[in-house]
């Protein structure tokens, strides 16, 4: 994006061409260009001024990327990104259904925050939605929304794809899909979307769509509970950890909220189709044409759209900058919510899977932790009845020790808790280090008495 110059020379401000009448407020005196491609201004005139002889606005969207260790401007058409793959969303706040994707455009309904939509089709700033529960459909801008944890998404191309008559490269050709389609597929194989287009069903290659996962910190497995996500591999889910998970097993996702993927590039040197770029700073700028005595038709820029986050505190860090580091242990609640609890340099909790909040009374160190389905939040020898808010003793150490010496009539040279498991019937279970074996015991929830498990 280039730059834009708010300091004019006085011999451009006295010439013809950049002289313009400026309002009782020239002090807060705004630039104006010729075009949105102008690489200097040539005039000011007050906020004032510009803003009565307006005649129309358009929206510009553009982000600022890192990729390879290099930082690149690309327009909004070159990226997409989760908000774009989400198929059912919650409004942010209360706003407005909007008759067509203008800010000026008639209502048609007004939403109260956490109203579900169903979005039917996007661009770099705009959402056609239509209510989950009810008949209005219209226009939303897509910052003002938040996708669901449990929404599996939709998939988009990010080039014309055959579709196949059966699941493998060398099958005939159905038909094509054109770029940037949003399908829903009615089964994942072999590597191949089974999907519905103009009444034809067929198989297209996977690798050439976009989707959720891409995006994706944590997935939730149906076998794994929540799981830290590295990246995509076709129909697979790769961990941080190196397990696969086949994609058709995953029933939603957290995203990386700074994550892109470039779905069209200009340069052959900058970010290729597909590839995965950090987003530093993403801007929806406003620009408004005036008719100014003298200039004609001018631009300038009103507003930019996005509010900049509020700075994080020291104890509250996003699951983007909890994935640049090792994760000890994590647990949520279950597959309907993202609150629970992760070990990582600290113990720290979230309401939302987003943000994480350090829990002090652990300090810097790491412990196991769990979340039993009763409501009972562990962390190493600790319990929380109350949601992760406080947290009280829960395993004497000479009780397991004692246990363990009945069970194998020796001392244990350490005791340190490895790993708990919550188990049916209030019942919880942990793994011991002793610094000869690993000693697994259970217990109630309560703690009273611990039992060996010799098997």
């Given at each position: 994006?280039?730059?834009?110059?708010?300091?004019?020379?006085?011999?451009?401000?006295?010439?013809?061409?950049?002289?313009?009448?400026?309002?009782?407020?020239?002090?807060?005196?705004?630039?104006?260009?010729?075009?949105?491609?102008?690489?200097?201004?040539?005039?000011?005139?007050?906020?004032?001024?510009?803003?009565?002889?307006?005649?129309?606005?358009?929206?510009?969207f553009s982000y600022?990327?890192?990729?390879?260790?290099?930082?690149?401007?690309?327009?909004?058409?070159?990226?997409?990104?989760?908000?774009?793959?989400?198929?059912?969303?919650?409004?942010?706040?209360?706003?407005?259904?909007?008759?067509?994707?203008?800010?000026?455009?008639?209502?048609?309904?007004?939403?109260?925050?956490?109203?579900?939509?169903?979005?039917?089709?996007?661009?770099?700033?705009?959402?056609?939605?239509?209510?989950?529960?009810?008949?209005?459909?219209?226009?939303?801008?897509?910052?003002?929304?938040?996708?669901?944890?449990?929404?599996?998404?939709?998939?988009?191309?990010?080039?014309?794809?055959?579709?196949?008559?059966?699941?493998?490269?060398?099958?005939?050709?159905?038909?094509?899909?054109?770029?940037?389609?949003?399908?829903?597929?009615?089964?994942?194989?072999?590597?191949?979307?089974?999907?519905?287009?103009?009444?034809?069903?067929?198989?297209?290659?996977?690798?050439?769509?976009?989707?959720?996962?891409?995006?994706?910190?944590?997935?939730?497995?149906?076998?794994?509970?929540?799981?830290?996500?590295?990246?995509?591999?076709?129909?697979?889910?790769?961990?941080?950890?190196?397990?696969?998970?086949?994609?058709?097993?995953?029933?939603?996702?957290?995203?990386?909220?700074?994550?892109?993927?470039?779905?069209?590039?200009?340069?052959?040197?900058?970010?290729?189709?597909?590839?995965?770029?950090?987003?530093?700073?993403?801007?929806?700028?406003?620009?408004?044409?005036?008719r100014l005595d003298?200039?004609?038709?001018?631009?300038?820029?009103?507003?930019?759209?996005?509010?900049?986050?509020?700075?994080?505190?020291?104890?509250?860090?996003?699951?983007?900058?909890?994935?640049?580091?090792?994760?000890?242990?994590?647990?949520?609640?279950?597959?309907?919510?993202?609150?629970?609890?992760?070990?990582?340099?600290?113990?720290?909790?979230?309401?939302?899977?987003?943000?994480?909040?350090?829990?002090?009374?652990?300090?810097?160190?790491?412990?196991?932790?769990?979340?039993?389905?009763?409501?009972?939040?562990?962390?190493?020898?600790?319990?929380?009845?109350?949601?992760?808010?406080?947290?009280?003793?829960?395993?004497?150490?000479?009780?397991?020790?004692?246990?363990?010496?009945?069970?194998?009539?020796?001392?244990?040279?350490?005791?340190?808790?490895?790993?708990?498991?919550?188990?049916?019937?209030?019942?919880?279970?942990?793994?011991?280090?002793?610094?000869?074996?690993?000693?697994?015991?259970?217990?109630?929830?309560e703690g009273g008495?611990?039992?060996?498990?010799?098997?």
């Open positions: 994006m280039r730059s834009l110059f708010l300091g004019v020379s006085t011999l451009l401000l006295l010439s013809p061409l950049g002289h313009a009448a400026l309002g009782t407020d020239a002090s807060s005196a705004l630039s104006f260009f010729r075009s949105k491609q102008s690489l200097f201004p040539s005039g000011q005139a007050s906020r004032t001024e510009l803003e009565s002889k307006m005649v129309h606005t358009e929206i510009e600022q990327v890192n990729w390879d260790r290099k930082t690149y401007n690309l327009e909004s058409d070159q990226i997409l990104r989760d908000i774009q793959t989400a198929r059912f969303v919650d409004t942010k706040t209360a706003c407005e259904i909007l008759a067509d994707n203008r800010r000026d455009a008639k209502s048609v309904k007004s939403l109260s925050p956490k109203s579900t939509l169903e979005i039917l089709e996007t661009d770099s700033y705009w959402a056609r939605v239509k209510e989950k529960n009810g008949k209005a459909q219209g226009w939303v801008p897509l910052h003002l929304l938040q996708a669901r944890h449990e929404d599996t998404g939709v998939f988009v191309n990010v080039i014309d794809t055959y579709l196949r008559k059966r699941p493998e490269i060398p099958s005939g050709i159905v038909t094509t899909l054109p770029r940037l389609r949003r399908v829903i597929p009615l089964a994942i194989e072999k590597g191949f979307l089974k999907i519905q287009f103009e009444n034809q069903i067929g198989y297209a290659d996977i690798n050439n769509f976009v989707s959720r996962a891409d995006f994706a910190n944590l997935a939730y497995s149906v076998k794994s509970n929540w799981i830290t996500v590295n990246y995509r591999n076709g129909d697979m889910l790769v961990t941080t950890t190196g397990q696969q998970i086949p994609l058709k097993d995953i029933l939603g996702f957290a995203p990386n909220q700074h994550r892109g993927i470039v779905i069209r590039t200009s340069r052959a040197t900058g970010p290729q189709i597909h590839s995965r770029v950090e987003i530093i700073k993403p801007e929806a700028n406003v620009w408004a044409i005036s003298g200039h004609g038709e001018v631009w300038w820029k009103k507003s930019n759209l996005l509010v900049e986050e509020e700075p994080k505190s020291a104890t509250t860090i996003t699951t983007d900058e909890l994935m640049k580091r090792e994760i000890y242990s994590l647990a949520f609640e279950n597959k309907n919510s993202l609150r629970g609890l992760v070990s990582s340099e600290g113990v720290y909790r979230t309401e939302d899977g987003l943000t994480w909040t350090l829990i002090p009374q652990f300090g810097k160190k790491n412990y196991p932790v769990n979340i039993h389905p009763n409501g009972t939040w562990f962390v190493g020898s600790y319990k929380s009845n109350n949601e992760g808010k406080s947290f009280d003793p829960f395993i004497r150490w000479d009780q397991i020790a004692s246990a363990i010496e009945g069970a194998y009539h020796r001392n244990s040279r350490l005791l340190r808790l490895t790993q708990i498991e919550a188990l049916p019937n209030s019942q919880v279970q942990i793994y011991v280090d002793t610094g000869i074996s690993k000693v697994k015991l259970r217990s109630s929830l008495s611990w039992s060996v498990i010799k098997n």
